[in-house]
């Protein structure tokens, strides 16, 4: 049964700061894994998709990288805005389970004047 | 390209009633599946139907069901609603299926 955890939970840093929004995953058979950010109270935006033969996917100051021997994404995202403050979720796609994304439970970001 | 869409927006239905709430995919997508996202257990897959028939299925009760027609279009169907069911119910269309999932700005149901 895949399990997704994302490290930290939240997270807090000044505008025009680099940073690196971790997540893990137990089962390494995937089809890809995609990244998305959620606004409050809103639906769930896709940022970046990765397939599983690829090791990084690129979009503008979004970059993701995947390391699936080792169960691990991240997401970079430099020079950091205040409009980048919302939940960024990761989401693996597992092989056999048709459209079924197993989410993890979201890194909260804020990013301050 | 028109994205994903859910109708109702929002919700108030009494422990007890029925709901059925609606998806309509992004043009041309055949895949439909539906989330429930609450606080306590974060964003959990319920179903998903490709070309009219459901292909995968998460762990809730045989009160939740669904369907899809034959233009893609998806309903789920909630019966003998209890206040655990408030949540936030998002859909997500893809083309076939392990494709880039693109979601709908969910339907907000609570249960009083």
């Known amino acids: 049964k895949q399990e997704v955890t994302q490290i930290p939970a939240a997270l807090s840093v000044p505008e025009g700061e680099n940073l690196v929004l971790n997540c893990s995953f137990t089962d390494s058979a995937i089809y890809n894994l995609q990244w998305f950010r959620q606004d409050p109270g809103k639906g769930l935006t896709s940022l970046l998709l990765i397939q599983s033969s690829q090791r990084e996917q690129t979009s503008g100051r979004l970059n993701a990288s995947l390391d699936k021997s080792s169960g691990r994404s991240t997401l970079y995202i430099a020079a950091s805005q205040p409009g980048d403050s919302a939940t960024y979720l990761c989401?693996?796609?597992?092989?056999?389970?048709?459209?079924?994304?197993?989410f993890g439970t979201g890194t909260r970001l804020q990013v301050t004047l | 390209k028109a994205g994903v869409t859910q109708t109702p927006r929002y919700l108030i239905k009494t422990r007890g009633q029925q709901v059925t709430l609606s998806c309509s995919p992004i043009s041309g997508h055949r895949s439909v599946s539906w989330y429930q996202q609450t606080p306590g257990q974060g964003l959990q897959f319920l179903f998903e139907y490709f070309s009219e028939t459901q292909r995968n299925k998460g762990n809730f009760p045989g009160r939740f069901s669904g369907r899809q027609f034959s233009n893609s279009r998806s309903e789920m169907n909630v019966s003998t609603l209890e206040l655990g069911d408030s949540a936030l119910y998002l859909c997500a269309s893809s083309s076939r299926g392990p494709d880039t999932q693109y979601f709908g700005p969910g339907t907000r149901l609570t249960v009083l």
């Open positions: 989401a693996a796609h597992s092989t056999g389970t048709a459209s079924k994304l197993t």
